[in-house]
């Protein structure tokens, strides 16, 4: 029995494959959709989009789908790369996945995938929903080591309405497992890791080709110059590789990293030791707050939030403000927190939603 249409975005990876094949045997019609957001440098050795494309082909014929390609490198460049880069020039350090996620996604997307006819689109990306009592829950992935709900915090009730993640219940292990049974081609491909339409190039090249170099001293908290920077845009809080500091007599031989922006004066703060007094923050304030239930909770509990990716939970109270505001309170000081990344709140399981660090 037909269970409706589902189009699944099909990335040409292994667990976007797996999640089109999944539906597909749960008796759904599925209809796949190739997005290709970028298209400045695809002839690159670091653009793969064309390989994706040929990869993505090919499963859903294993698979027995149809598959289109939508381009919507326009939508990209108008709604999340000119964001990506004024908060760059601003001394920053933005998160482009999440706002592709919520502007590219989940809305010119699903916006294509209800013009085809969907009742749903799916993804590869590993979080679960819920409907509980009228309101759509984002919750965390079973397989806490690759849990994504961070990159979805800004989806908001119609768009998770309109949403599933099929591999929010599977370890990654058991997903190359099925592509591997199921003869997919890529069962094997290597997952990629770079930032959404940058792939995995040298950074610091990639931005130097949009933004100018701006060279400025690195200096000490006291104000001392230890060395040169190439441009405050090229830096980020917490950063320890690329500094190019060599020893002196005033160092103490641990590691440098960067612990602050000087904007006025075009000067890099840099520390040493990981546990610099200006590397901990015990308190942040983000701006441009977005709730998944579309209002704040209750302020009178604990809390947990993340203020990176790959970091623990971090027991915190909350005290969400006007114009979208919110301050969090941690009980054990965070480590590197920069400005312009999310910080994303969480009730156990349950992702709350998040907001920009100030």
Not at 14 to 38: C, H, P
Request: aromatic share 8%; proline share 4%.
């Amino acid at each position: 029995m037909n269970k409706g249409c589902i189009v699944v975005g099909m990335s040409g990876g292994v667990d976007s494959s797996v999640t089109a094949l999944l539906l597909k045997r749960q008796g759904y019609e599925v209809i796949g959709l190739f997005m290709k957001n970028w298209e400045d440098d695809d002839d690159s050795e670091y653009c793969s989009s064309r390989q994706d494309l040929i990869d993505a082909v090919a499963v859903a014929d294993t698979i027995g789908i149809p598959i289109e390609a939508v381009n919507f490198a326009k939508e990209y460049k108008d709604r999340v790369f000119s964001y990506f880069l004024r908060e760059y020039e601003a001394g920053r350090t933005p998160n482009p996945d999440i706002l592709c996620n919520s502007e590219i996604k989940f809305k010119a997307f699903l916006d294509h995938a209800i013009r085809l006819g969907a009742e749903k689109i799916a993804t590869g990306h590993y979080a679960r929903v819920r409907e509980q009592d009228g309101l759509f829950q984002l919750l965390k992935a079973e397989d806490d080591s690759k849990d994504q709900s961070y990159f979805l915090h800004r989806l908001n009730q119609q768009q998770l309405s309109k949403s599933m993640f099929p591999l929010g219940d599977i370890p990654k292990s058991k997903v190359r497992e099925i592509a591997r049974e199921h003869q997919l081609s890529n069962h094997a491909k290597k997952d990629s890791t770079g930032i959404c339409f940058i792939g995995e190039r040298p950074f610091r090249e990639f931005l130097n080709r949009y933004l100018p170099t701006s060279p400025g001293e690195m200096v000490l908290p006291d104000g001392r110059v230890v060395g040169q920077h190439m441009g405050l845009s090229f830096y980020t809080i917490g950063q320890r590789q690329g500094l190019g500091i060599g020893g002196s007599r005033e160092t103490t031989g641990e590691p440098w990293f960067v612990a602050g922006k000087d904007m006025h004066r075009n000067r890099l703060i840099v520390v040493q030791g990981h546990d610099h007094p200006l590397l901990l923050n015990s308190q942040l304030d983000a701006l441009d707050m977005h709730w998944i239930s579309g209002r704040p909770p209750d302020t009178s509990r604990s809390y947990a939030a993340k203020t990176r990716y790959r970091q623990q939970d971090a027991a915190c109270r909350l005290a969400p403000g006007g114009d979208n505001r919110a301050h969090f309170d941690f009980d054990e000081a965070q480590w590197a927190v920069t400005p312009g990344q999310s910080v994303v709140a969480y009730d156990g399981a349950i992702c709350l939603g998040g907001g920009i660090i100030k």
